[in-house]
């Protein structure tokens, strides 16, 4: 039996206090990086898929948003037009100017494609229709339809896909109604895009050409319902919403991979799918109009493989469960994230968001359909793979580290023990060098001692507890730089957040509870004319827009005046319209509030406009039935007044009062017949012709009055292609030009006509050196009965731009007073205007 002495005892010992408690925190220290490992693990999938979902789902609503704000902009140039249903021009410069861009892939050759941005007029098509329901005007893809064109559409099988009805719709609307059509078009069958192709990224087929039509019935003074205008939106304007989102790293793509899960569609509230990167999923008509029926789950297998059929996420539950859930929630106007399978057998979450419209069949749901935006889950959750393999990496390294550790501290200890009894003073000296360093931060240093005793053994601990702390030290080191990975993955989802809100342009700002600014885009400078720094207060910030620190005051102080409101505001000398809106951050604005300027001052000067024009138009009727009725009792009482001129038994006075009432009466003819002129001028009569022959007819009629006045008169000409006018009304608006000029240099002076041209129109001139016109009268000069001249009718100046617009062009006047009055008239020329059809 071995006698348990003294060193076996310290031996046994030394051994079990070195070793024990390392094994045991090696233990305790791997099973706990391993919990770390794995919670990090899944903290790190949580995130990504949380992060993806959100982002999705912020993006599906902000393209809802602007696509239901799309369909209102539709509407408002429906009302527009309709004021202007039968001038072809109108029709014809609105259709050209109505344009947005379409990125689409193209063949250049048969084996080159390349991407090409277009700006393409937005609507296909704007038809006038009678009350019978026979189309009386089309324009359509940019040209008028012969007669022979035409169709009644009050005929179903009479319309552009044989199964139409918005006319009977549309007859039955009161006056202002709108009636809005779900997508229709021919259906595009997987062959027809594919044309060989096996993706449909890479198909260069047929395209789907449908529409969505915008219509209102038109009625007369009496109430009658005389017919109905429709416009035809291009389904390929849709289509950009929706066509070139990539949910993954590149944000934007001209054709999404459909393989992948990484695109986006849109559905309409009875759930048909209306764009997609599979044409052969949007709802159609075959060619004798009848809607083809959706994919089902007892859709044959021929049919599914050669894609005759469309997709309708009500009917879809078979492929998965939430695609009609989604469609549901839609038609509830809720957003959310669902995770699911396509057809196509990507496993995916897919983000759905409604577009709210309330117009016309989509009262139902107050919802035009939804948008949905699908990401592939294995995408997502790559960065928690990443993050997972790296923790592993590090986490096999510290244990082959520490393997190597125990046992070099093993030996260490044996070896200790073994000489603990040598020495003591040497290893009392070591352990205070290193006690030293170590306070020094030198951590990488060791003690060497050579003994046995528990100096010995001491010292081997205080090296054990140094290589530990540089062990941690390396530790620590590697979780801050996975800390500051992850702060940049932060900054970067920041700055995506930022880069949109920089994108509006709308001014945005946000200020704290206590009324400061925290944060802003850069419209706000626009807006306010300096960029504000935070810390600003609102008052501060808006100081001078009127009514705009008292809201959000209120809206701080009582937790009212949410929402938008109109402000109106005079700047730089003008007036102008903005839209302000004031919305709470957290329930009671107990985060403080968000403000929002937007410019609506062009929409509102367009209304203001179109208001004029409809002013001026009752006047004009106005003015007709009251010269009407004025002219036959005038001429009545100027015969009788003849009469009584002619007899002998007046005297001298009574003559000239005679003579004088008869001169009124005159000039009252003459108003009335300026009154004519303006409210029903003369049917114009067209054809090709040279606006400078009719200015040297002016010249020669004007050139006896201007030298008796002593003006000079004179004209310079140049050589024109021919236009499309009618001379005699064009000799008419000269004429009103040059008496005026005449009446404005009643001492002499010089008045000059000159005529020439540039790339498109032909360009006429009326200079004199009068005393010009005051500045405050320049925007009136144009309007029914404005004159400084005390007999003057004040309709001259209107009847001239009535004459010059009727020939599809301009007039601007340029005035210096107290020197000079330039009038500049455009005519387009004959060449510029191929679809002008002569009345």
Same mark, same amino acid.
């Given at each position: 039996?071995?006698?348990?002495?003294? +060193?076996?005892?310290?031996?046994?010992?030394?051994l079990?206090l070195?070793l024990?408690?390392?094994?045991v925190?090696?233990i305790?220290?791997?099973?706990?990086?391993?919990?770390?490992?794995?919670?990090? $693990?899944?903290?790190?999938s949580?995130?990504?898929e949380?992060?993806?979902?959100?982002?999705?789902?912020?993006?599906?609503?902000?393209?809802?948003?602007s696509?239901s704000?799309?369909?209102y @902009?539709?509407?408002?140039?429906?009302?527009?037009?309709?004021r202007?249903?039968a001038?072809r021009q109108?029709?014809?410069?609105?259709?050209?100017?109505?344009?947005?861009?379409?990125?689409?892939?193209?063949?250049?050759t048969a084996?080159?494609?390349?991407?090409?941005?277009?700006?393409?007029? %937005?609507?296909?098509?704007?038809?006038?229709?009678?009350?019978?329901?026979?189309?009386?005007?089309?324009l359509?893809?940019?040209?008028?339809l012969?007669?022979?064109?035409?169709?009644?559409?009050a005929?179903p099988a009479?319309?552009?896909?044989?199964?139409?009805?918005?006319?009977?719709?549309?007859?039955?609307?009161q006056p202002g109604?709108i009636?809005?059509?779900h997508?229709?078009g *021919?259906?595009v069958s997987?062959q027809q895009?594919l044309?060989?192709?096996?993706?449909?990224?890479?198909?260069?087929?047929s395209r789907?050409?449908?529409?969505?039509?915008?219509g209102m019935?038109?009625?007369?003074?009496?109430g009658r319902?005389?017919g109905?205008f429709?416009?035809?939106?291009?389904?390929?304007?849709?289509?950009?919403?929706?066509?070139?989102i990539?949910?993954?790293?590149?944000f934007?793509?001209?054709?999404?991979?459909?393989?992948s899960?990484?695109?986006?569609?849109?559905?309409?509230d009875e759930?048909?799918? =209306?764009?997609?990167?599979?044409?052969?999923?949007i709802? /159609?008509v075959?060619?004798?109009?009848?809607?083809v029926?959706?994919?089902t789950a007892?859709?044959?297998?021929q049919?599914?493989?050669?894609?005759?059929?469309?997709?309708?996420?009500?009917?879809a539950g078979?492929?998965?469960?939430n695609?009609?859930?989604a469609?549901?929630?839609?038609?509830?106007?809720q957003s959310?994230?669902? &995770?699911l399978?396509?057809?196509?057998?990507a496993r995916? %979450?897919?983000?759905?968001?409604?577009?709210?419209?309330?117009?016309?069949?989509?009262?139902?749901?107050?919802? *035009?359909?939804?948008?949905t935006? /699908?990401?592939?889950?294995?995408?997502?959750?790559?960065?928690a793979s990443?993050?997972?393999?790296? %923790?592993?990496?590090?986490?096999?390294?510290? @244990?082959?580290?520490?393997a190597? +550790?125990?046992?070099?501290?093993?030996?260490?200890?044996?070896?200790?023990?073994?000489?603990?009894?040598?020495? %003591?003073?040497r290893?009392?000296?070591?352990?205070s060098?290193?006690?030293r360093?170590?306070?020094?931060?030198?951590?990488?240093?060791?003690?060497?001692v050579?003994? !046995?005793?528990?100096?010995a053994e001491l010292?081997?601990?205080?090296?054990? #507890?140094?290589? &530990?702390?540089?062990?941690?030290k390396a530790?620590?080191?590697?979780?801050l730089e996975q800390?500051?990975?992850?702060?940049?993955?932060?900054l970067?989802e920041?700055?995506f957040?930022e880069?949109i809100?920089?994108?509006?342009s709308?001014?945005?700002t946000?200020?704290?509870p206590?009324g400061?600014?925290?944060?802003?885009?850069s419209?706000?400078?626009?807006?306010?004319?300096q960029?504000w720094p935070?810390?600003?207060?609102?008052?501060t910030?808006?100081a001078g827009?009127e009514n705009?620190p008292?809201?959000?005051g209120?809206?701080?102080?009582e937790?009212?005046g949410?929402?938008?409101?109109?402000?109106?505001?005079?700047?730089?000398?003008?007036?102008?319209?903005?839209?302000?809106?004031?919305?709470?951050?957290?329930?009671?604005?107990e985060?403080?509030?968000?403000v929002?300027l937007?410019?609506?001052?062009i929409?509102?000067?367009?209304r203001?406009?179109?208001?004029?024009l409809?002013?001026? $138009?009752s006047?004009?009727?106005l003015a007709?039935?009251?010269?009407h009725?004025i002219r036959?009792?005038l001429?009545g =009482?100027?015969?009788?007044?003849?009469?009584?001129h002619?007899?002998a038994q007046?005297?001298?006075?009574d003559?000239? #009062?005679l003579?004088?009432?008869?001169?009124?009466?005159?000039?009252?003819?003459?108003?009335?017949?300026?009154?004519?002129?303006?409210?029903?001028?003369?049917?114009?009569r067209?054809?090709?012709?040279d606006?400078?022959?009719?200015?040297?007819?002016?010249?020669?009629?004007?050139?006896?009055?201007c030298?008796r006045?002593?003006?000079?008169?004179?004209?310079?000409r !140049?050589?024109?292609?021919?236009?499309?006018?009618?001379?005699?009304?064009?000799?008419?608006?000269?004429l009103?030009?040059?008496?005026?000029?005449?009446?404005?240099l009643?001492?002499g002076?010089?008045?000059?006509?000159t005529?020439?041209?540039?790339d498109?129109?032909?360009l006429?001139?009326?200079?004199?050196?009068?005393h010009?016109?005051p500045p405050?009268?320049?925007p009136?000069i144009? &309007?029914?009965f404005?004159?400084?001249k005390?007999?003057?009718?004040?309709l001259?100046?209107?009847?001239? @731009?009535?004459i010059?617009e009727?020939?599809?062009?301009?007039?601007?006047?340029?005035?210096?007073? /107290?020197?000079?009055?330039?009038?500049?008239?455009?005519?387009?020329?004959?060449?510029?205007?191929?679809?002008v059809?002569?009345?």
């Open positions: 039996m071995i006698r348990p002495t003294i +060193f076996r005892k310290f031996l046994i010992a030394s079990l070195a024990l408690p390392l094994l925190a090696s305790f220290q791997f099973s706990g990086l391993e919990q770390v490992r794995d919670r990090l $693990a899944l903290e790190i949580n995130s990504a949380q992060q993806a979902a959100e982002g999705l789902q912020m993006r599906a609503r902000q393209v809802a948003d696509i704000d799309y369909l @902009r539709r509407e408002d140039d429906l009302r527009f037009l309709s202007f249903a001038d109108v029709l014809l410069s609105f259709w050209q100017q109505q344009r947005s861009e379409v990125w689409e892939r193209r063949a250049v084996q080159q494609v390349r991407e090409v941005r277009e700006q393409l007029p %937005i609507y296909r098509s704007f038809a006038l229709i009678d009350a019978t329901g026979q189309e009386r005007m089309v359509k893809d940019g040209r008028f012969a007669p022979s064109e035409l169709h009644n559409v005929k009479a319309t552009e896909f044989k199964s139409e009805t918005y006319f009977n719709e549309i007859k039955q609307l109604q009636h809005v059509t997508l229709t *021919f259906h997987k895009q044309a060989g192709a096996s993706e449909p990224e890479q198909a260069l087929g789907y050409e449908g529409v969505v039509r915008f019935p038109l009625y007369g003074p009496d319902f005389n109905a429709v416009i035809s939106m291009d389904h390929r304007h849709l289509m950009e919403f929706s066509q070139h990539d949910p993954g790293p590149h934007v793509t001209a054709f999404p991979s459909y393989k899960g990484n695109y986006a569609f849109l559905f309409d759930g048909w799918i =209306i764009t997609h990167p599979k044409l052969w999923d709802r /159609g075959d060619r004798q109009g009848r809607l029926p959706p994919y007892s859709s044959s297998p049919n599914v493989e050669a894609g005759t059929i469309p997709f309708n996420l009500d009917h078979f492929i998965h469960p695609y009609p859930k469609s549901a929630l839609v038609r509830k106007q959310g994230v669902v &995770e399978t396509n057809v196509g057998g995916k %979450i897919m983000a759905y968001a409604p577009i709210l419209y309330n117009t016309g069949p989509y009262k139902k749901h107050g919802i *035009f359909g939804g948008i935006i /699908g990401y592939q889950v294995d995408q997502f959750q790559q960065q990443a993050g997972s393999q790296l %923790i592993t990496s590090k986490l096999k390294e510290h @244990r082959q580290k520490s190597l +550790f125990i046992s070099l501290a093993a030996l260490v200890a044996a070896l200790a023990a073994w000489l603990l009894a040598r020495g %003591i003073t290893p009392l000296q070591h352990l060098e290193g006690a360093r170590l306070a020094n931060g030198e951590t990488g240093s060791r003690v060497v050579k003994g !046995s005793d528990e100096l010292a081997l601990a205080f090296n054990a #507890m140094v290589a &530990e702390l540089e062990q941690r530790n620590l080191v590697a979780t800390l500051q990975e992850s702060r940049q993955a932060i970067d920041r700055n957040k880069s809100l920089e994108s509006i709308s001014a945005i946000t200020f704290a206590d400061t600014l925290t944060s802003r885009n419209s706000v400078e626009c807006f306010l004319g960029s935070l810390g600003s207060h609102y008052a910030v808006f827009w705009i008292a809201r959000i209120r809206a701080f102080s937790g009212s949410y929402g938008r409101e109109p402000l109106k505001i005079e700047q730089d000398g003008r007036i102008r319209h903005f839209d302000v809106g004031i919305f709470p951050i957290g329930e009671h604005a985060r403080g509030l968000t929002t937007r410019d609506e001052t929409r509102e000067d367009l203001e406009e179109t208001v004029r409809e002013r001026l $138009a006047l004009g009727k007709a039935g009251i010269s009725e036959n009792p001429t =009482i100027s015969l009788l007044l003849d009469d009584l002619d007899r007046l005297g001298d006075k003559r000239e #009062m003579t004088k009432a008869m001169a009124e009466i005159e000039r009252m003819e003459r108003l009335i017949s300026a009154l004519l002129t303006f409210a029903a001028p003369p049917r114009s067209f054809a090709p012709g606006p400078g022959e009719a200015a040297e007819d002016v010249v020669m009629l004007m050139q006896r009055s030298q006045q002593g003006i000079v008169l004179s004209l310079e !140049s050589p024109l292609p021919t236009c499309l006018i009618d001379a005699e009304k064009i000799r008419q608006a000269l009103n030009l040059l008496k005026n000029a005449l009446e404005a009643p001492l002076g010089m008045i000059t006509t005529i020439s041209r540039d498109h129109d032909a006429i001139t009326v200079s004199d050196s009068g010009g016109i405050q009268d320049l009136l144009f &309007e029914p404005f004159t400084r005390g007999a003057g009718t004040g001259g100046l209107s009847i001239t @731009r009535q010059v009727e020939h599809g062009g301009s007039i601007s006047v340029d005035s210096e007073p /107290g020197h000079s009055t330039t009038f500049r008239i455009r005519l387009p020329l004959l060449q510029a205007l191929p679809d059809v002569s009345t």
